[in-house]
């Protein structure tokens, strides 16, 4: 599994694919829509490609 090679074997536990991104719980969602969800988020939403997320860069700047 390409995960597998990537992350190491703890990725089989650590990892939830869905499409619901409103069931998901945590502290932070990055995405580039609310579709699906990702408004309804209950931690902190991150819209990557908003006029205040536009990059990868902006995003770790905000959380470091």
Request: glycine share 8%.
């Amino acid at each position: 599994m390409w995960l597998e090679d990537k992350f190491g074997e703890s990725v089989n536990r650590k990892l939830i694919l869905t499409h619901r991104k409103d069931l998901v719980r945590g502290d932070i969602l990055i995405d580039d829509r609310p579709n699906n969800g990702a408004e309804k988020f209950q931690g902190e939403w991150i819209q990557f490609g908003s006029e205040m997320f536009q990059n990868w860069l902006s995003i770790l700047n905000y959380l470091l």
